[in-house]
Nanobody, 126 residues
């Protein structure tokens, strides 16, 4: 069983940084590719970033490329999203998700993920 708990959200000024964490309380974390998605009010949930089970491959939405970095620590069952140069349009609820043996282009689609966290709010003020 996978249980994902996000933390690290909050209010930050434009240009600032935040680091989100997502901890998995299960025992098979290393079998899962991990993704971050976000949903702004009144909008659909969108892909932000993903990382392979080994951490060897990472994927990003064009809108965050060069500003966000996804990483994972399998010893701590945790995936991170380092967000820098934040913009007001980054404001959203951020969700982490786990995809058993996920890889490649399938990581961009939320429908492929098996487990989801409860979300953490990120608000960027202008």
């Amino acid at each position: 069983q996978v249980q994902l708990v996000e933390s690290g959200g909050g209010l930050v000024q434009a240009g600032g940084s935040l680091r989100l964490s997502c901890e998995d309380s299960g025992r098979t974390f290393s079998n899962y590719a991990m993704g971050w998605f976000r949903q702004a009010p009144g909008k659909e949930r969108k892909f932000v970033a993903a990382i392979s089970w080994s951490g060897g491959n990472s994927y990003y939405a064009d809108s965050v490329m060069g500003r966000f970095t996804i990483s994972r620590d399998n010893a701590k069952n945790t995936v991170y999203l380092q967000m820098s140069s934040l913009k007001p349009e980054d404001t959203a609820v951020y969700y982490c998700a786990a995809y058993l043996y996920g890889s490649g282009r399938y990581l961009y689609q939320d429908s492929h993920y098996d487990y989801w966290g409860q979300g953490t709010q990120v608000t960027v003020s202008s």
